[in-house]
T-cell receptor
Framework: GAGVSQTPSNKVTEKGKYVELRCDPI?????LYWYRQSLGQGPEFLIY????????DSGLPNDRFFAVRPEGSVSTLKIQRTERGDSAVYLC???????????FGPGTRLTVL | AQKITQTQPGMFVQEKEAVTLDCTYD???????LFWYKQPSSGEMIFLIY????DEQNATEGRYSLNFQKARKSANLVISASQLGDSAMYFC?????????WGAGTKLIIKP
């Protein structure tokens, strides 16, 4: 079946703008995760959904970041008033449940000018 | 606090040789999982292998095996008979529930 998909693959925006990053998980996976990966580093946890609810959003850096998963499938990561420091690759992953391996999408490379 | 350490920022290995990528971890949890992922230049994170903390046997998946030494808190990845396509970043990660804690990665380059 299809893997995790993310759109757009690349996003260039100007400082102060609003962006939305979309993640389509593997069908049937109840758990969905967002990570941020800066150049030369491992991924950094942002938020985890179990079904429709955000079970843990402790990794979101500040209140400019918000994520939703209204129907328990597709998720959108929203960043308001983007800053240059938000530039990174945003990775989405899903798993059948929290005790299984996470399958990752190709990521969205966000560049804030 | 939980932590993953990968001490090898980069490695060069001759094609067809075996390679060991080091990973040590720190946790006070009794139940946890250890994961290895491969990230080629395309950017996608590819799951390779998993070891549960209570698993007595070392995990194996094809050419990948995990050398798990619980007392030493190490979970090294062994790739046998390396291939040019193995060139990539390799990340070790640990999870005790859903949140994965990641190492900084090792860049592996296979020489022909």
């Amino acid at each position: 079946g299809a893997g995790v998909s993310q759109t757009p693959s690349n996003k260039v925006t100007e400082k102060g703008k609003y962006v939305e990053l979309r993640c389509d998980p593997i069908s049937g996976h109840t758990a969905l995760y967002w990570y941020r990966q800066s150049l030369g580093q491992g991924p950094e946890f942002l938020i985890y959904f179990q079904g429709t609810g955000a079970a843990d959003d402790s990794g979101l850096p500040n209140d400019r970041f918000f994520a939703v998963r209204p129907e328990g499938s597709v998720s959108t990561l929203k960043i308001q008033r983007t800053e240059r420091g938000d530039s990174a690759v945003y990775l989405c992953a899903s798993s059948y449940d929290t005790h299984n391996e996470q399958f990752f999408g190709p990521g969205t490379r966000l560049t804030v000018l | 606090a939980q932590k993953i350490t990968q001490t090898q920022p980069g490695m060069f290995v001759q094609e067809k040789e075996a390679v060991t990528l080091d990973c040590t971890y720190d946790t006070s949890d009794q139940s946890y999982g250890l994961f290895w992922y491969k990230q080629p230049s395309s950017g996608e994170m590819i799951f390779l292998i998993y070891q549960g903390s209570y698993d007595e046997q070392n995990a194996t998946e094809g050419r990948y095996s995990l050398n798990f030494q619980k007392a030493r808190k190490s979970a090294n990845l062994v790739i046998s008979a390396s291939q040019l396509g193995d060139s990539a970043m390799y990340f070790c990660a640990m999870g005790s529930n859903y949140q994965l804690i990641w190492g900084a990665g090792t860049k592996l380059i296979i020489k022909p």
